[in-house]
Nanobody, 123 residues
Framework: QVQLVESGGGLVQPGGSLRLSCTASGSSSDTDVMGWYRQVPGKQRELVAAISRGGTINSFHSDPMKGRWTISRDNAKNTVYLQLNSLKPEDTAVYYC???????????????WGQGTQVTVSS
């Protein structure tokens, strides 16, 4: 069992930046792949980015995110980060951390979720 705790969300103006953090505790193998999802009310949760322990997986779900944001992890701290730059109002959502044994399980029934952190982009 893995416990995930996110932090770093908040209110930011358009064009601003935030860094989200997610620290994992528990079974280390179940965090071989970690990712960030986001969800807005009335819509399905969507994958933002994923990264593997060794860095062989480091990808974003969509190109608009890829050009503005960075995902990274510090394995010694069991922490994954999502650096959000050039934020837009449409990026407003609850951002969730997820961890799994492999990419195929990410976001699925055998993965672990954090409680979510709210990101609001507004002037």
């Amino acid at each position: 069992q893995v416990q995930l705790v996110e932090s770093g969300g908040g209110l930011v103006q358009p064009g601003g930046s935030l860094r989200l953090s997610c620290t994992a505790s528990g079974s280390s193998s179940d965090t071989d792949v970690m990712g960030w999802y986001r969800q807005v009310p009335g819509k399905q949760r969507e994958l933002v980015a994923a990264i593997s322990r060794g860095g062989t997986i480091n990808s974003f779900h969509s190109d608009p995110m890829k050009g503005r944001w960075t995902i990274s992890r510090d394995n010694a701290k069991n922490t994954v980060y999502l650096q959000l730059n050039s934020l837009k109002p449409e990026d407003t959502a609850v951002y969730y951390c997820n961890a799994a044994l492999n990419l195929g399980d990410l976001g699925g029934d055998f993965s672990s979720w954090g409680q979510g952190t709210q990101v609001t982009v507004s002037s």
